[in-house]
């Protein structure tokens, strides 16, 4: 009877599922795991009021930080532009609530890549750098977005050198040229349209074949 309850819970782990049987525990389990998502973007968007609330205090302080991150003077010698630009830069983080998401994209992501695969190749059109707001973004001589901190250090820690993570991220920022592909159109491109149906016996359902065929990388 215990074995039972162990095999069909959710939270193996946890000594409550594990001592009890009653269908109640249960569902209370499964509710926790569906409020934990919005529990995280609740904290998030807290840690980001008051992260934002710290850089409009620190604005003037602004170009000196971005030069010294970037390593290049110019944002310092051109301070009221800097500054101009780093005040829509905030606007435009809490707009996209980029220190939110650092809190529930990463959980967000592996849930989405169950039905979404995402697909495609930069074109550097430069929206998913805060809708071209942040002071890092650069344009070389055709007009391709160029980061002006790609790789160093502080880029890395950021949320736009993992973009696009989910489905909303591309959404986000319309972005033009990546895609979230169904897995299910995705696992019927692989397979083609010639391939003879083939019922087995102690065949896995059509749901566990399609959302194993095509993994997220
Ligand atoms: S929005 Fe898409 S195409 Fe544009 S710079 Fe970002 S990743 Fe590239
Ligand atoms: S890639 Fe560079 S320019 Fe774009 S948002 Fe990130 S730091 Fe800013």
């Known amino acids: 009877m215990v074995t039972q309850s ?129 002071v890092f973004l650069d344009h070389d001589e055709e007009g391709r977005s160029r980061c002006r901190i790609y790789g160093n250090w502080f880029f890395n820690r950021l949320t736009c050198a993992e973009y696009p993570m989910t489905k909303d991220d591309i959404e986000l920022y319309a972005c033009p040229s990546f895609r979230a592909e169904p897995v299910r159109q995705v696992a019927q491109v692989r397979l083609g349209r010639h391939v003879i149906p083939v019922v087995a016996r102690n065949a896995v359902p059509d749901s566990t074949v399609e959302s194993g065929a095509s993994p997220r990388p």
């Not at 959710?10 to 919005?38: H, K, V, Y």
């Not at 750098?129 to 942040?134: I, R, S």
Request: net charge positive; proline share 4%; with cysteine.
């Open 6 to 134: 162990v095999s069909s819970c959710a939270f193996p782990l946890s000594l409550d599922c594990r001592d009890s049987d009653t269908p109640g525990a249960l569902r209370l389990f499964e509710r926790q795991a569906l409020e934990l998502p919005n529990l995280m973007h609740a904290l998030g968007r807290v840690v980001e009021a008051i992260l934002l609330s710290v850089m409009w205090v620190g604005l003037p302080l602004a170009p000196i930080i971005v030069s010294a991150v970037s390593g290049d003077l110019s944002f310092l010698r051109n301070y009221r532009q800097t500054l101009r630009q780093a005040a829509r830069q905030i606007r435009a983080m809490a707009k996209a609530e980029v220190i939110a998401r650092r809190f529930y994209n990463e959980k967000r992501a592996a849930e989405q890549s169950v039905s979404w695969k995402i697909e495609g190749e930069c074109s550097h059109c430069g929206e998913c750098c805060l809708f071209q707001t942040c």
